[in-house]
């Protein structure tokens, strides 16, 4: 195996050569548990959950680490806003992040440590910047310590800009700093905040600005060098230009690639809190099943932008669903067996920066195979194509027989219950064809459709889904 990603900090595509030989590190920033993820968020951990899925079947072991912001300004003001404790906002959505987690198959992270949890390390770095000359506590008693952008010549490489082009940092008033571009590796404690945000320090009581937690904890979990670090591009400046600023100028050897998704997009805008176009995993899942989202999600290559709508989550939907359909009737007639090997074609694919439409095309390829098979009734190589669409859509997290996914379409026993119905129904059309009332029979049919459900005749019986895929 040779997996070549694209490298957002050479802005080339290159072999991984992995720090550790047969040993991959990974850290992508985690969410800033302000709220509850929406789709936007879940794409970026769905694409390193196939990341490590795919590197994890070519043998190697990997390390991968996402963090939990639960302290920052959003956080706070929430909590005033809610009349709550702010750790108590903090909590309550990263359970949130976790059930999304959950619901779209993503393996849990190797390590997930929270900000909170971290401060003595990050008072630790901050410390060694101070002395090697590259931060400096703010001169207007307000207990806020800077990186100095000036006291650090790479600045600004990963986004590929000059500092005098920069806009100023907006993490804090320029009133304390030497230069308005200059940003905060910690914030004093303000009159008003609650004393449960704030932590002592040399430099006073404050809490940890937004960069330096994701240092501290890269650092802790994964060594001064690491293999990749992640997330969406929005996060590439200022957040990773001020992550490999600090980790480097305080000796680190840092992140080996940068690997950046592009953003979802709902109506030509990214998608995110702040704008009010979101949309939660916990509202879109109760449209479409779990999987048929994520088989959404991974259909478009990462680094492409997704452009959101109803209509073409549907037509995922179903899509999925004829995949999905595949796998069960062919389960049915040979046994769901054992998980394969990807074909040739759909690991090249993979190799290729997770080029997932390519492999995606190579899974429908194997389908349509498949398909004649069934129709001929070829067993054997029935079940050899069976193990390998399985294992190419294990790759993607996408097996419809996967223990994962169990009852992923059943909420709250809704689906069950419709089970019922319609096999009741299905038992009348059943007795109609068998006294040859086809008119009856066929009347039930067409009910069946006007609510939305579509039956197939099999030799094994009928079988009956909801269009889009359920």
């Not at 929406?38 to 490590?52: A, M, N, Q, S, T």
């Not at 949130?96 to 959950?102: C, D, K, R």
């Not at 394969?340 to 899974?363: C, H, Q, Y």
Request: aromatic share 8%; hydrophobic share 40%.
């Amino acid at each position: 195996m040779v997996f070549a990603l694209y490298d957002t900090a050479t802005r080339s595509v290159v072999p991984l050569e992995p720090v550790r030989p047969g040993k991959v590190s990974i850290y992508h920033c985690g969410l800033t548990v302000q709220g509850p993820p929406h789709i936007g968020h879940i794409r970026k951990e769905v694409v390193f959950d196939v990341l490590r899925r795919w590197l994890t079947r070519a043998g190697l072991e990997v390390t991968i680490v996402a963090n939990v912001t639960d302290i920052d300004d959003k956080i706070l003001a929430k909590g005033q806003e809610q009349g709550r404790p702010w750790f108590a906002v903090a909590y309550e959505n990263e359970r949130a992040l976790h059930a999304a987690y959950e619901v779209l198959g993503c393996l849990p992270p190797t390590y997930e440590p929270r900000a909170t949890g971290h401060v003595p390390e990050m008072i630790e770095m901050i410390r060694t910047l101070i002395e090697r000359g590259h931060a400096y506590r703010a001169d207007d008693d307000s207990g806020d310590v800077y990186f100095d952008v000036r006291s650090w010549p790479a600045y600004g490489s990963l986004s590929n800009q000059k500092v005098d082009d920069m806009q100023p940092a907006e993490d804090a008033p320029p009133d304390g700093k030497r230069d308005p571009r200059d940003f905060a590796l910690w914030k004093g404690r303000k009159d008003g905040e609650p004393e449960t945000a704030s932590w002592p320090t040399p430099w006073g009581r404050g809490r940890p600005g937004w960069h330096l937690e994701c240092s501290a904890m890269a650092a802790k979990y994964l060594g001064d060098e690491f293999d990749i670090h992640g997330g969406g591009l929005d996060l590439r400046f200022p957040h990773h230009e001020n992550e490999l600023a600090q980790s480097t100028a305080a000796g680190q050897k840092f992140a080996k690639y940068w690997m950046h998704n592009a953003m979802l997009n709902l109506s030509g805008s990214k998608m995110s809190k702040s704008v009010g176009n979101t949309l939660m995993v916990s509202e879109v899942v109760k449209r479409v099943p779990a999987i048929a989202l994520r088989y959404y999600l991974v259909s478009a290559h990462y680094r492409s932008i997704l452009e959101f709508s109803e209509e073409s989550l549907q037509e995922a939907a179903t899509a999925f669903g004829r995949i999905a359909g595949f796998v069960e009737r062919a389960a049915e007639l040979v046994g769901p067996g054992e998980l394969g090997e990807p074909t040739l074609v759909f690991a090249a694919a993979m190799d290729d920066d997770l080029a997932t439409p390519t492999a995606l095309a190579e899974v429908q390829r194997v389908i349509a195979e498949g398909n004649r098979l069934l129709a001929s009734g070829a067993s054997d190589e029935l079940r050899s194509c069976l193990a390998a669409v399985r294992s190419m859509l294990d790759v993607l997290g996408l097996d419809p027989l996967s223990p994962v996914w169990a009852g992923s379409t059943t909420d709250d026993g809704a689906t069950a219950a419709v089970d019922v119905l319609v096999r009741g129904l299905l038992e009348q059309r059943a007795e109609a064809r068998a006294a040859k009332d086809f008119a009856a029979a066929d009347r039930v049919r067409d009910q069946l459709l006007a609510a939305g459900i579509e039956v197939e005749d099999t030799a094994q019986g009928p079988r009956w889904t909801l269009k889009g895929g359920r």
